[in-house]
């Protein structure tokens, strides 16, 4: 009797190079060396995420599984737009993503003064009025920081010194609605002008704008530690210190004040910031006021601080620009000057943004926007 033949073993059909199933879930822009965290949706599991890399599909990150729903790695290419897709385990791949690597951009400006009597000096107080000129410019920065120089309370009495300032939470607002403050440096001589309860309210009132302070603390330990802030896959560290009396709002234990600027405070708090962060940020109220050099002291901070691992110094209290000096992939802006504050006499009506090009550890590029204080409001050039 004739036997039927076995069937031939069948065989997968081949996966279609066209075929796409699920999506790939990444964000739209990354900085150079930043942090990319990568997700799927509606792929086979394990999958894979890929990047084009000189023409061939290279895995990235670790695989993704049903626990394991992202995964991260750095971006080291310095510009361009990177292909990623995620290839499932059945060999399908979903459609290819696009991701634009370009540099975060940090604005920075100098000495903030919300106090009555500088707000009186443009147009009668008006709290936009600060912002109108530069507002636009600051708010297209991925992170904005600046010297907020006057307690931000109703409560408390003067401290007795020549000059003393504090401002309304309502301009504190405006200034973070129209020109997107990020970070405001409390280490300064100003912040504790009214007293510890004056400089709690402040710490209290920046928060609730969605800023945050850096600088100044409840206690000691808060003072000096680091905020640190999330851009483009960079985790960008602040830092701030100051250099001049009274030492009264010095923090000390768990007395409310300023961080100290000693060098081996410096060393300290920047390296404990570089450990967790990508960039860091130091911030100095120092120098000698009206001088357009700066001092043997400020020279020795900043050399402090670029040693610890700090990325960019940038300073204030002078109330006039010092040189902008750039060394390779790092950066010191000795005193960026008045911003917000009255200014009348020669050089302190000199002002501008320092605008940080940034990448994972590095000043990528810089420039100085040119303005001008006029009464007490800036106005670009």
């Not at 040189?323 to 504050?341: E, K, M, Q, T, W």
């Not at 050089?347 to 090009?357: A, M, N, W």
């Not at 009464?375 to 050039?381: E, I, K, N, Q, Y």
Request: glycine share 12%; aromatic share 6%; net charge positive.
């Amino acid at each position: 009797m004739p036997t039927t033949p076995a069937p031939a073993p069948s065989t997968p059909p081949p996966v279609d190079p066209d075929a796409r199933r699920g999506t790939t879930l990444a964000p739209t822009e990354i900085a150079p060396g930043g942090l990319l965290r990568v997700r799927a949706r509606g792929v086979a599991l394990p999958a894979r995420v890929q990047q084009r890399i000189g023409g061939a599909w290279v895995g990235r990150g670790d695989p993704l599984t049903a626990k394991a729903t992202s995964t991260s790695f750095r971006i080291r290419e310095a510009s361009g737009r990177r292909q990623l897709r995620v290839l499932g385990a059945d060999g399908v791949p979903t459609k290819i993503v696009r991701v634009r690597v370009r540099a975060l951009t940090l604005a920075a400006v100098g000495d903030i003064n919300l106090a009555p009597g500088p707000l009186g000096a443009i147009a009668g107080g008006d709290l936009s009025a600060p912002w109108r000129s530069v507002g636009p410019t600051l708010k297209r920065a991925d992170l904005t920081f600046g010297n907020l120089e006057c307690s931000i309370s109703r409560r408390g009495r003067p401290f007795p010194k020549l000059f003393t300032f504090r401002g309304s939470p309502a301009a504190l607002r405006a200034a973070t609605r129209l020109a997107g403050f990020d970070v405001f440096d409390l280490a300064n001589n100003h912040s504790g002008d009214y007293g510890q309860d004056a400089l709690l309210d402040t710490l209290r009132a920046v928060r609730s704008t969605g800023a945050s302070p850096v600088g100044a603390g409840a206690t000691e330990a808060q003072a000096y530690r680091p905020v640190v802030r999330t851009k483009l896959g960079l985790r960008v560290a602040f830092v701030a210190f100051n250099e001049i009396l009274p030492p009264e709002f010095r923090a000390s234990g768990s007395r409310p004040g300023t961080a100290w600027s000693t060098p081996e405070a410096v060393r300290a708090t920047v390296a404990r910031a570089r450990k967790d962060a990508d960039v860091v940020i130091a911030a100095f109220h120092w120098g000698i006021e009206l001088d357009r050099r700066p001092s043997g002291r400020q020279v020795e901070l900043a050399r402090a601080a670029l040693s610890a691992g700090a990325t960019a110094v940038i300073g204030a209290h002078p109330h006039v620009l010092q040189p902008i000096v750039r060394s390779g992939s790092r950066l010191i802006a000795y005193s960026l000057g008045n911003f917000v504050f009255p200014a009348n006499s020669g050089g302190t009506t000199s002002t501008g943004i320092l605008e940080l090009r940034l990448g994972a550890g590095k000043v990528l590029g810089h420039r100085f926007r040119p303005a001008t204080i006029r009464g007490a409001t800036p106005v670009l050039r």
